[in-house]
């Protein structure tokens, strides 16, 4: 007997690079191999395109698929945004052929990079948004967002976790929305990433080992020149040992996310120890 539609509408894209998390099916969702290889078998019928290649997109989705899941930023892929006609197009090619687009803000939403969320510096509204880590200021949460069209088909009892929803992560999220959902703290963003980024391109100019300097508002992104390729996380041990919290976003990325309510003087500071750590790194 021939499947039903609602039956054969169960491929996802996805893009390589992504990130999703640590459960089995969303680091199949991932499209990293050094985090998902180790769990095979893993979940079927999840295809991994290269990020912002709409052509690519465009020859893979099709009527049996149901969803595809994107970042508008990448921040674990190297912190490569969106562009804007990517997302324009994976809107229309959803819309299309019947498919949700979701996006992946755990890491850019809650005001990371100057909006609430990442969406809203864009054009394009997903039909489902997940949110996590911030949102809780620390305290453990995850969430899900759908538009209207959507939020009716996920009913009490189709999913349920031990800590769902429990009222002390409910109450820090919503206390965490009323500090950050704010003009002062929004527009903050946006004037801290201003001195940061402007910052690290003098220390660039002085030192000549990033390629460019990437990301919005506090996910900022320093890319290494194809001569240091692999070096970032030697940057960031150098960068601790002079007292400065930096990460990788893969080999080649030095990253920085700091507080959104940073004060000035501690970027101030933060860039003289960063200084320190690459003139070391160049002299050695």
């Known amino acids: 007997m021939q499947q039903s539609r609602s039956a054969r509408k169960n491929k996802i894209i996805a893009f390589k690079n992504a990130f999703h998390g640590r459960t089995l099916f969303t680091v199949t969702a991932g499209g990293q191999p050094k985090y998902s290889q180790d769990f095979a078998p893993l979940p079927e019928g999840i295809h991994h395109l290269p990020f912002n290649d709409l052509d690519a997109v465009r020859e893979a989705i099709d009527a049996d698929t149901c969803a595809v ?10 912190v490569i945004t969106a562009s804007p006609e990517f997302l324009k197009g994976l809107r229309e090619l959803c819309d299309q052929h019947g498919a949700v687009l979701i996006f992946d ?12 969320y990442a969406y809203m510096n864009t054009d394009v509204t997903p039909d489902i948004l997940t949110t996590a880590k911030a949102l809780g200021g620390g305290f453990p949460i995850g969430a899900m967002i759908t538009t209207d069209k959507f939020a009716n088909m996920f009913v009490v009892g189709d999913h349920g976790t031990t800590y769902g929803g429990n009222p002390l992560a409910s109450a ?5 929305f009323g500090l950050i959902n704010t003009p002062e703290v929004l527009n903050g963003v946006r004037t801290r990433a201003e001195i940061f980024a402007d910052g690290l391109n003098q220390l660039n100019a002085r030192y000549g080992l990033f390629e460019e300097v990437r990301g919005q508002g506090l ?7 194809a001569e240091y390729a692999g070096k970032a996380k030697d940057i960031v041990t150098l960068a601790g040992e002079e007292g400065l919290l930096a ?5 080649n990325v030095v990253r920085f996310t700091p507080s959104l309510i940073i004060p000035e003087a501690d970027i101030e500071a933060g860039l003289q120890r960063f200084e320190r750590a690459l003139a070391r790194f160049v002299g050695a």
């Open 105 to 116: 803000e755990v890491q850019t939403g809650v005001g990371r990079t100057g909006a609430l």
């Open 69 to 78: 899941i994107v970042e508008p930023i990448q921040g674990e892929g190297g």
């Open 247 to 251: 990460l990788v976003a893969g080999p």
């Open 219 to 225: 996910l900022i992104g320093c890319v290494l020149k």
């Open 172 to 176: 820090v999220a919503n206390a965490v």
